[in-house]
């Protein structure tokens, strides 16, 4: 089977993309990624913010504090609202833009937002942490796309991970918040009801940017088009950016009809990248960042920590790490490529996994005597835990963190890219509730240890797949990524097939 060369694929880093720091240079390009990335943030603040403010809610509300479920239900209620939301997202995306969706995600988002925070009971707290999530459903669709279809190219995977960053810091953000609101009265009120501002700002910005010139184009605006490609690329390049979106009408004029669902299993190409894509966000979760996330002050405490300030001090350490290994993968993955870099990561989260689990299981046996459990050994290895646990963010963060995202952003045609775009989004925030609903159910039934060491080995299952399933695309502009696909589909008469209409 024939496969298009890859850039740099001898195996060796490689230099930066001829252009790139032009390309950062440009404060336009610049300016719509961090402001499709705001989006990003919000799904970052969200997630790290609702550990803290919980604490206060079963303050003030009896009823959650005597019900389990009821806890379960506020922080989970945000998961299913965002599993909604992506998977109508990826539909209002391909019918209405990029940019319409954006603002519907801030409006749903604020008004969520502020709807917790004057919320008089916990079920129209439930309420508004669904209106949320629809609002971070939508909008863990849309950004990564719109800032994907804006990209040059060469640099395209680092621009999108800019949204992965946003994301961390959100989180980070979310964890000072939680400390600075401790001692304000009505503190999960601010705690949740801040987040609407980062919501309203994008709003305004978004006002002030154009739609995504590539569903323009394929929209029937191509003037409009045209004149957002002329603010990124210079004369030259913008005719051949013009002449690929005119060769990518064509097919998609070719091949116009409405865009179902059930569609994306028809094409045997189209079957193949999503199943890489939707596969690589399962794994981004079942891979236990989340986990790690949510729970990083509990796993201290299991690890032997059991001041909650020191906790929580070394969960702050651990979202900072998670943002500075996700600069790290920004500024690899258009030079190694995602394949590579995603390997590289697993193949760390693999040891880090291994660590955790030796060093919780040497806690749980006779190894350190229960006289010096608490003792130096004891604390020894609360320290090994708490480096496995840095490592496993170290080496997750610049891989397994931007590279699903980037890949889904570019790896389905145009006409598909907002519904695969969703379906895979949804993969994303169902493995998130999974995991986040079972992951101390687990530790009950098999301990600390085992659970790790049952997410290694999906982890190592993870580094099988990436291996054999996930393409490289790095460098390549998004007709080559079809034409890639196509090729592994019907190996190299591919392009004698349709691209959307062949059936498998």
């Given at each position: 089977m024939t496969i298009l060369s890859m850039p740099g694929s001898s195996g060796m880093l490689d230099p930066?993309?001829?252009?790139?720091?032009?390309?950062?240079?440009?404060w336009y390009v610049l300016g719509l990624t961090v402001t499709a990335g705001i989006g990003g943030f919000l799904f970052g603040y969200d997630t790290g913010v609702i550990s803290g403010a919980l604490l206060y809610i079963r303050d003030d509300f009896k009823v959650?504090?005597?019900?389990?479920?009821?806890?379960?239900t506020i922080v989970s209620m945000a998961l299913v609202g965002a599993m909604i939301g992506?998977?109508?997202?990826?539909?209002?995306?391909?019918?209405?833009?990029?940019?319409?969706?954006?603002?519907?995600?801030?409006?749903?988002?604020?008004?969520?937002?502020?709807?917790?925070?004057?919320?008089?009971?916990?079920?129209?707290?439930?309420?508004?942490?669904?209106?949320?999530?629809?609002?971070?459903?939508?909008?863990?669709?849309?950004?990564?796309?719109?800032?994907?279809?804006?990209?040059?190219?060469?640099?395209?995977?680092?621009?999108?991970?800019?949204?992965?960053?946003?994301?961390?810091?959100?989180?980070?953000?979310?964890?000072?918040?939680?400390?600075?609101?401790?001692?304000?009265?009505?503190?999960?009120?601010?705690?949740?009801?801040?987040?609407?501002?980062?919501?309203?700002?994008?709003?305004?910005?978004?006002?002030?940017?154009?739609?995504?010139?590539?569903?323009?184009?394929?929209?029937?605006?191509?003037a409009k088009a045209v004149a957002v490609l002329a603010k990124i690329y210079d004369s030259d390049r913008l005719e051949e950016e013009i002449d690929q979106l005119a060769a990518a009408s064509d097919d998609e004029f070719q091949s116009e009809k409405s865009v179902s669902y059930f569609d994306v299993f028809k094409s045997k190409e189209l079957r193949l990248a999503f199943f890489a894509g939707a596969g690589l966000q399962a794994f981004q979760q079942f891979t236990g960042i989340n986990t790690v996330m949510y729970y990083s002050p509990t796993i201290v405490q299991m690890a032997g920590f059991s001041s909650n300030q020191l906790a929580l001090l070394l969960s702050l350490i651990v979202a900072a790490v998670n943002a500075a290994g996700t600069i790290v993968g920004i500024s690899l993955i258009d030079r190694c490529g995602r394949r590579r870099l995603a390997l590289t990561s697993l193949s760390g989260v693999i040891i880090s996994l291994l660590i955790l689990s030796g060093a919780f299981f040497l806690q749980s046996t006779r190894l350190c005597d229960?006289?010096?459990?608490?003792?130096?050994?004891g604390s020894s290895l609360g320290w090994f835990a708490v480096l496995g646990l840095a490592l496993y963010i170290a080496f997750f963060s610049p891989g397994m963190g931007p590279v699903p995202w980037a890949?889904?952003?570019?790896?389905?045609?145009?006409?598909?890219?907002?519904?695969?775009?969703?379906?895979?989004?949804?993969?994303?925030?169902?493995?998130?509730?999974?995991?986040?609903?079972?992951?101390?159910?687990?530790?009950?039934?098999?301990?600390?240890?085992?659970?790790?060491?049952?997410?290694?080995?999906?982890?190592?299952?993870?580094?099988?797949?990436?291996?054999?399933?996930?393409?490289?695309t790095k460098g390549l502009t998004f007709e080559q990524v079809e034409k890639l696909w196509r090729e592994r589909a019907w190996g190299s008469d591919g392009s004698q097939q349709s691209l959307l209409g062949a059936e498998a």
């Open positions: 930066l993309p001829t252009g790139r720091m032009s390309y950062f240079g440009n959650v504090n005597e019900n389990n479920f009821l806890q379960e992506a998977a109508g997202g990826g539909w209002v995306n391909d019918a209405y833009g990029r940019k319409r969706a954006t603002l519907l995600a801030d409006v749903v988002f604020a008004i969520g937002s502020l709807v917790m925070c004057a919320a008089p009971d916990p079920y129209v707290l439930i309420f508004g942490r669904l209106l949320v999530g629809l609002g971070i459903g939508v909008a863990s669709v849309t950004a990564p796309v719109y800032i994907a279809e804006a990209s040059p190219s060469e640099i395209r995977g680092g621009l999108v991970g800019t949204n992965v960053l946003m994301i961390t810091c959100g989180q980070f953000l979310s964890y000072l918040v939680n400390l600075a609101f401790t001692e304000v009265s009505g503190t999960w009120r601010w705690m949740l009801g801040v987040a609407a501002v980062p919501a309203i700002l994008q709003f305004i910005l978004m006002l002030l940017l154009p739609e995504s010139p590539r569903w323009l184009y394929l929209n029937n605006e191509k229960a006289h010096t459990l608490h003792g130096n050994c890949v889904n952003s570019e790896i389905y045609p145009e006409a598909y890219r907002g519904v695969c775009g969703g379906m895979s989004a949804t993969v994303n925030w169902l493995s998130n509730l999974i995991v986040a609903q079972t992951f101390l159910s687990l530790v009950s039934v098999v301990g600390t240890s085992g659970t790790f060491l049952i997410i290694a080995a999906v982890a190592m299952a993870a580094f099988v797949f990436v291996a054999h399933f996930v393409l490289e």
